[in-house]
């Protein structure tokens, strides 16, 4: 179903609620994750979420709203690479998420240390912090990093690969979590069925846009890092079973374990406070939200 809904369907059933509510309208781009976090965080009372099922239609939706001189509505996309593209928002009432996406906020967040702290083995994350001269955090990012570039080299050179369903552990070493480009490339290719494609040319595509410039929390998706921490906490950070630390559970918990103080630190919201001080009567927050 959610296939088939359009800018225009979103558009029009915020209008259609307009009659019914006088406060602020928030177009995010999920249904799920994006709809459950986000109506935490601001004040439902003057504030009504709606999902756009995508990120296109989330700008189509907002750019129809506009044109019709709409007010009282705002949007939140996912970043994903358009930092790194030198894209920003082109409209007011646009807004993007500090880092790639809503989960790499969550994860760049104190939500990951609860998630560490009720699935984690003391002494492993220990061991494993040690063996590698840094935090958790840091590792999951180095490990992602490859195939955020591979996500980007896809998208930047029309690839149409695709990621969702890879296998992880076929391609991450399960007691160091880094993770073999050679093999990622391997099973990416595999699951788009693109065995057209050269590894070493895809390879290459990936090391041109490796910087030490860029940051990894613009480069890594916030799936493919909670992806990795599963494989962790069933093994080096954990002793648990798969099934207690899929992926769904652990994105469940680190979404349930955000708090609107972390929220009060980040860009994004700052921008929409900025929003609310030029867009009166309109508001997104409640008094106890302000920081």
């Not at 609620?17 to 249904?31: D, H, P």
């Not at 998420?97 to 994860?107: G, I, R």
């Not at 093994?235 to 680190?254: D, I, T, Y």
């Not at 009060?264 to 409640?286: A, G, H, M």
Request: glycine share 4%; proline share 2%; charged share 25%.
């Amino acid at each position: 179903m959610r296939n088939y809904i359009t800018a225009d369907d979103v558009a029009n059933g915020i209008r259609m609620a307009r009659a019914q509510f006088s406060g602020t309208f928030l177009i995010v781009e999920g249904q799920t994750a994006d709809l459950r976090v986000y109506k935490r965080l601001i004040d439902s009372k003057r504030v009504q979420v709606t999902p756009a099922h995508n990120k296109d239609n989330a700008l189509a939706a907002l750019k129809i709203l506009e044109e019709a001189d709409f007010a009282g509505v705002v949007a939140i996309i996912d970043a994903d690479f358009w930092r790194l593209e030198g894209l920003c928002p082109t409209s007011p009432n646009q807004f993007m998420t500090d880092t790639h996406d809503l989960e790499t906020m969550l994860l760049e967040s104190p939500s990951l240390e609860k998630l560490l702290d009720e699935f984690g083995s003391e002494q492993k994350i220990a061991r494993f912090t040690e063996n590698n001269k840094t935090n958790v955090r840091q590792v999951l990012l180095s490990a992602a990093d490859p195939i955020g570039y591979l996500r980007w080299a896809s998208q930047r050179n029309n690839l149409s690969l695709k990621f969702e369903g890879i296998v992880f552990n076929r391609f991450i070493n399960r007691d160091t979590l880094h993770v073999d480009s050679s093999e990622l490339i391997r099973e990416v290719k595999n699951k788009s069925r693109r065995h057209d494609l050269s590894d070493n040319d895809l390879q290459d595509k990936l090391d041109e846009l490796v910087d030490s410039k860029h940051s990894s929390w613009d480069i890594c998706c916030g799936h493919d890092l909670v992806c990795i921490l599963s494989v962790g906490l069933s093994r080096v950070l954990g002793s648990n079973q798969h099934r207690e630390v899929e992926p769904e559970v652990l994105e469940k918990f680190l979404r349930a374990g955000y708090e609107s103080a972390y929220f009060l630190s980040t860009q994004l919201y700052q921008s929409l406070r900025r929003w609310e001080t030029s867009n009166s009567p309109f508001r997104i927050f409640s008094t106890e939200q302000q920081a």
